[in-house]
């Protein structure tokens, strides 16, 4: 881990604080500290005063016995006020209305983050049958149609910095050749759209559009159907209101 000498260099407790709170956000519940320790290979004793400093802060949460460990109330306020901050989301509130009205499917805003695509927005489907969605998911990017969208906005080279050597596999469908992936991001950038053959979720098929604000895109919307919902008509109508949600955001943000 990087010291704390001048020029520029990372400061070692800030670093272990953010790598913690990284940690917990991505494995809900709580934890004990030997499973922390485990995970994050800090020395013990330091990394118990860390938390219990984070504990006391609100950014870590302990349960009754206070041996065990969870992301705080703290972080939540962080996370919220990063989404009402944000032009661009609050920008795409009314295309994401008409596009869940014109499809009755659920449907996402979000951004690529490293690897991943972060939910920053979210419309429910009214119907019963629908997939779990919410703001702030974090899922790959080469398993979703969101993250395929973004990922087409970037060039070949690009895309190869940007994704890990291996791909993780979250079904029998997705997509885990580097190359095969390359070759479908070709065709994406043709046809325009993206899409997810239950590739991360079984059961659910998902198309997904960039938003070309800036080059390449940082944001896409998506809307996800399951299979047993979908017809050819419907699936017709879902890229029709994909298109012209796109064309409303784009409206939306052309001076951000």
């Not at 041996?67 to 703290?74: A, E, S, W």
């Not at 962080?78 to 008409?98: F, R």
């Not at 009755?104 to 920053?120: M, Y």
């Amino acid at each position: 881990m990087p010291g704390t000498e001048a020029g520029g260099s990372q400061v070692k407790s800030a670093v272990r604080t953010v790598e913690l709170l990284e940690f917990f956000a991505e494995r809900p519940g709580m934890h004990t500290l030997a499973a922390v320790q485990t995970a994050v290979g800090y020395p013990k004793s330091s990394l118990y005063m860390l938390l219990r400093t984070l504990a006391d802060l609100g950014w870590v949460e302990t349960d009754a016995t206070g041996t065990r460990y969870g992301i705080g109330v703290r972080a939540l306020l962080v996370g919220t006020s990063y989404i009402d901050g944000d032009e661009a989301v609050a920008a795409a509130k009314p295309a994401l209305d008409h596009l869940l009205a014109d499809t009755t499917e659920t449907v996402h805003l979000a951004r690529l983050d490293g690897t991943d695509v972060v939910h920053l927005a979210v419309r429910q489907s009214p119907h019963h049958l629908r997939p779990v969605a919410r703001v702030g998911r974090r899922l790959p990017a080469h398993s979703t149609a969101l993250g395929k969208a973004l990922l087409a906005t970037h060039s070949d080279e690009q895309v190869r910095a940007i994704l890990p050597e291996t791909l993780e596999q979250l079904t029998e469908h997705t997509r885990t050749d580097r190359a095969q992936l390359l070759e479908e991001l070709r065709l994406v950038r043709e046809q325009g759209y993206a899409l997810d053959r239950e590739e991360n979720t079984l059961g659910l098929r998902c198309y997904g559009l960039a938003v070309p604000c800036r080059t390449p895109a940082r944001d896409a919307i998506s809307c996800s159907v399951p299979v047993a919902r979908l017809t050819p008509e419907h699936e017709q109508t879902v890229k029709h209101a994909l298109f012209d949600a796109r064309d409303r955001l784009m409206y939306a943000t052309r001076t951000l």
